[in-house]
């Protein structure tokens, strides 16, 4: 069946999102610094938890009091949150432009909170793009749960073997091609392009 709709992340794949630019500034530029706070205060796996619908107030609490001396630090990421995207990856915007130009239907699928996803999509004009948004933190579910790919598909009427789905992080794309979308790891603008091509959807 032909591919004719295109799904994709934003961080990673459309925004420049990464904590170390926050905390590059915090720590000074002492990466060794960063990494640690990355790694043993404010790890993925906690971040995910907040992807996956929890309050950020929670997020804090449960770091209390084993890390309340970071508390400032941790309420960085919510407060200074905007410095984690400190642009768009725009080689990448212009290959959804492209596609949005020849009448492709996008759709986005992001693993975000619903609290810091409102003002970031103020800030960025391309996600009105989008036909459809599904944000994990307001489905209170996160990728690569194959439940979050249901959701978009049941609620946009979207068929899997039509779609593409591109998402920097490579188990994302594996839980959607279980689902029987295509897809797609992405690991820069220039090679999406091509796989776009051989798709004929550009």
């Known amino acids: 069946m032909t591919r004719r709709v295109v ?17 590059r500034k915090l720590f000074a530029g002492d990466e060794a610094a960063v990494d640690a706070f990355l790694t043993e205060v404010c790890p993925p796996e906690w971040n995910l938890a ?10 804090v609490a449960a770091l209390m009091p084993a890390h309340r001396d970071k508390l400032p630090l941790i309420l960085a990421w919510r407060d200074r949150f905007e410095e984690m995207i400190p642009d768009a990856l725009h080689d990448t915007v212009a ?3 492209e596609l949005k130009d020849r009448g ?14 409102p003002g970031q999509r103020q800030r960025f004009d391309f996600m009105d793009w ?4 599904v944000v994990s933190g307001e489905e209170k579910v ?23 789905f591109i998402d920097d992080n490579p188990h994302n794309a594996q839980a959607a091609s279980a ?3 295509h897809g797609v790891h992405f690991r820069s603008a220039a090679e999406l392009r091509r796989e776009l091509q051989e798709l004929s959807l550009l």
């Open 7 to 23: 799904v994709f992340d934003f961080g990673g794949v459309l925004l420049d999102w990464n904590p170390r630019h926050l905390y």
């Open 50 to 59: 907040q992807d996956a619908g929890r309050d950020f107030d929670a997020a």
């Open 95 to 97: 290959v959804a432009r």
């Open 104 to 117: 492709v239907p996008l759709y986005a699928l992001t693993n975000w909170s619903h609290e810091t996803f």
């Open 130 to 133: 989008f036909a459809g948004i």
């Open 142 to 164: 996160a990728k690569p749960d194959p439940r979050i790919y249901r959701i978009l598909l049941e609620r946009y009427g979207l068929r899997a073997a039509e779609a593409v």
């Open 179 to 181: 689902l029987g979308l």
